[in-house]
Structures are given as structure tokens and as C-alpha cells.
């Protein structure tokens, strides 16, 4: 399956397109669904795609650094700021997420609030009491899966279900780009977001794409700038700022909202015991 991004202006709501259900969002993958063959391409679009994330790290690479560790922070233009804790087990995609500030989710809970994803239920604890309103716990079934797929998109973009379009040829800014549509399939016949990658003809990486946030009705572009660092023999986007834009990539005049990953680390020893409740 696929987890789709629905990314926004204002709120946690509008950073990624998740449904609540994770069996919706995201194709868990477990060790055994790992192969390390290389795929029959369906055409170039999708040997770009497998060329990316064979110089970033594929998923065989991320499970093999078992987890992550890292802070995630999160601002949008009015200054609102998220400050989390973010803890992920790639064996069956685990979550957790500590938030030490967040004016933008569940700003109304004053302190600490703590949300994770066990492998089967989603829970969320305030100042270390658990929580089960329904609103609160939609929430953290939308910020969980969306936070890992964040992390760990690029390796992702090769999951079932992905379709791949090589649609042009482009040059933004002095730099020549392979243009590939992404879009998902729909076995629910619900629209999918589209995907437009800007694969650099030089390094193989995604330095921007284009994105729709069909869940939240919007058809038009959002355009992602990325900043890649190495971490342990992975490139990840730990740099990132989007806005409004067309389709070809020209933003707006509006301010960007800001994502940093900082302080990462994997192969932390983590258990499932860590993601429990």
C-alpha cells in the first residue's frame, strides 16, 4: 500500500494525508518482505525512483539500523512550534513521539504529552495519565503514521502499489531535473495524491517535489524543498520547507513553513516494550 502526504498551511492536519486506519495509510514493512533483488522496471520513472533510493539508502538498509532516535521540530509562519521526541522501530513500523512543546497539536493539554503506535492500538498519555478521548486519539492515528512516513519516505516510494511516469525533462534554478509522476493506487476507488519528483540528473537525489492533498480537497500543488545529511551511511531530508505552488514548481510569494530533524541516531536498542503504553 502506500501512506499518502497531505501537506498543509496551518495545522498538524494539513502536514500529511493519513486515514485513521493505519492499514490505510502505510504498507508495514516487516524483515522477511525485505529483498534485496532488483526490481523488473515498468519503465523509467520507476528505474529513476530505484536509482534514488539506491544512493540514499533503501528499506533493506534502514531495517538494518533497527530504529531511530532523533527530534523533530516543526513551525509554521505564525511562529506555532512542535518540539518532539520521535522514537520509530522499522520492523513493523513502531511509533512514539514526546512532545515538549506543542502549540500546534493538542496545544490545549498544558505539559507533556506523550503518543504512540504499539503495532496495534494508537495511545496517548498527558503529564503520564492515559488519555482515551476519541478526538484526541484521532489525532495521534494521524500523527503516527505520518511522522514515520516522513522519516521514511524516499525508501518507501518503492512500496506495492506505487505507480511510476517519467513526464518530462526540466531545469529550475540552473540545475537539470528528471520529472517522475507518482501517483498510488485506489482499491477503494477514493483520489490519491499525485507525486511530482524532481530527481537531480547530477546527484540521483530528490531536491523538491510537488505534492496534492487530496484527503483535505486540495487539488493544487504544494511544492517540498529538501536538504540532505548523511546519517550512518543514509542520506536523509533533515532540512525541509514547503509552500504553495504550480505546477511548474514556481512558489508563492507566502512564507515557507520549516521541518529539522536534528540529533539523530539509530541502532538504539529499542524494544517493543518502548512503544507500549
Known amino acids: ?14 502536514l500529511a494525508s493519513c486515514k485513521n486506519e493505519k492499514k490505510d495509510v502505510q504498507h508495514e514493512v516487516t524483515e522477511k518482505e525485505v529483498m534485496e533483488t532488483t526490481p523488473e522496471f515498468t519503465n523509467k520513472g520507476h528505474e529513476l525512483v530505484y536509482n534514488m533510493t539506491q544512493k540514499v539508502g533503501d528499506y533493506n538498509k534502514l531495517m538494518s539500523k533497527n530504529d531511530v532516535v532523533y527530534t523533530y521540530t516543526y513551525q509554521t509562519p505564525d511562529g506555532k512550534t512542535d518540539v518532539t521526541t520521535e522514537k520509530y522501530m522499522f520492523n513493523g513500523e513502531l511509533s512514539y513521539g514526546k512532545y515538549t512543546k506543542h ?20 495511545w496517548l498519555k498527558h503529564e503520564g495519565k492515559v488519555l482515551t478521548d476519541s478526538m484526541y486519539l484521532k489525532r495521534v492515528a494521524f500523527n ?41 493506487e485506489s482499491p477503494d476507488g477514493k483520489p490519491k495524491d499525485i507525486y511530482q519528483l524532481y530527481i537531480n540528473k547530477e546527484t540521483r537525489l530528490v531536491d523538491q517535489f510537488l505534492f496534492t492533498v487530496m484527503d483535505f480537497g486540495k487539488s493544487d500543488p504544494l511544492l517540498m524543498e529538501l536538504e540532505y545529511e548523511n546519517i550512518d551511511g543514509i542520506l536523509l531530508p533533515t532540512k ?22 536534528t540529533d539523530i541516531t539509530f541502532n538504539n536498542g529499542l524494544t517493543k516494550a518502548d512503544f507500549t503504553k
Open 1 to 14: 500500500m502506500r501512506n499518502i502526504l497531505t501537506i498543509g498551511m496551518i495545522s498538524v492536519f494539513t
Open 103 to 122: 502549540e500546534r497539536s493538542l496545544a490545549e493539554l498544558e505539559g507533556t504529552i506523550e503518543q504512540g503506535y504499539d503495532g496495534n492500538e494508537y
Open 144 to 184: 503516527r503514521p505520518t511522522n514515520f512516513y516522513w522519516f521514511t519516505m524516499m525508501p518507501k516510494l518503492m512500496d506495492p502499489g506505487v505507480i511510476y511516469e517519467h513526464v518530462k525533462e526540466q531545469t529550475v534554478a540552473g540545475v537539470d531535473y528528471d520529472v517522475v509522476k507518482v501517483t498510488f
Open 240 to 261: 525541509r520547507r514547503y509552500k504553495a505552488s504550480n505546477w511548474d514548481a514556481e512558489v508563492t510569494d507566502g512564507p515557507w513553513v520549516l521541518v529539522n530533524w
